[in-house]
């Protein structure tokens, strides 16, 4: 979720349970001021649309450039050829 919260500023990312439960101790040193404020910077309406753009155009790109690819056939596969 590193996408989401900035480790040690908006919250606290944590490998395992046990690495969380250590981590408790610090979510005081978690200022809510700071995780307002991303959160108004990175998730209004006009933010998310453009992330939500960004993300329907990288598809969108991907798809055609698979589609120009040639399709080769899955590995040992037999190829039968037309005369």
């Known amino acids: 979720m590193p996408e989401l919260v900035q ?3 908006t919250g606290l990312l944590a490998d395992s349970e046990d690495e969380l439960a ?3 101790a610090a979510a005081d040193g978690i200022d809510p001021r700071a995780c307002r404020s991303e959160a108004v910077k990175r998730f209004t309406p006009a933010a998310m649309a ?7 155009e990288e598809t969108l790109r991907r798809g ?5 690819e040639p399709q080769q056939p899955p590995a040992g596969a037999v190829q039968v050829l037309d005369e």
């Open 7 to 9: 480790h040690g500023h």
């Open 22 to 24: 250590q981590l408790l």
């Open 50 to 56: 453009d992330g939500y753009l960004r993300l329907y």
């Open 64 to 68: 055609t450039q698979q589609q120009e």
